[in-house]
Nanobody, 115 residues
Framework: QVQLVESGGGLVQPGGSLRLSCTAS????????MGWYRQAPGKQRELVAQ???????NYADSVKGRFTISRDNAKNTVVLEMNSLKPEDTAVYYC?????????WGQGTQVTVSS
């Protein structure tokens, strides 16, 4: 069992920045594919960014060049740095850990981009 705890959401003006952090319990964090997903009101949950156990990254086209995902296996932490935020980035952001058939989710953190 893995527990994921997110932090760092909030209200920010367009063009601003936020840093989301997710800390995982468990001793095999380094083996998990870690990702951030988001869900806006009335929309399906979508992938934002992923980082593999080897450090390779993958981004949704809508956030490429603005968001950066990274992981620190020594601290069991994955971070999403979000820059040049837009109103359309407003959503609940969820941390995800996946390995083989196992799939774990955090409780979500709200990000609101508004003036």
């Amino acid at each position: 069992q893995v527990q994921l705890v997110e932090s760092g959401g909030g209200l920010v003006q367009p063009g601003g920045s936020l840093r989301l952090s997710c800390t995982a319990s468990g001793s095999i964090f380094s083996l998990y594919l870690m990702g951030w997903y988001r869900q806006a009101p009335g929309k399906q949950r979508e992938l934002v960014a992923q980082v593999t156990s080897g450090g390779s990254t993958n981004y949704a086209d809508s956030v490429k060049g603005r968001f950066t995902i990274s992981r620190d296996n020594a601290k069991n932490t994955v971070v999403l740095e979000m820059n040049s935020l837009k109103p359309e980035d407003t959503a609940v952001y969820y941390c995800n850990a996946a390995i083989k058939i196992l799939d774990y989710w955090g409780q979500g953190t709200q990000v609101t981009v508004s003036s």
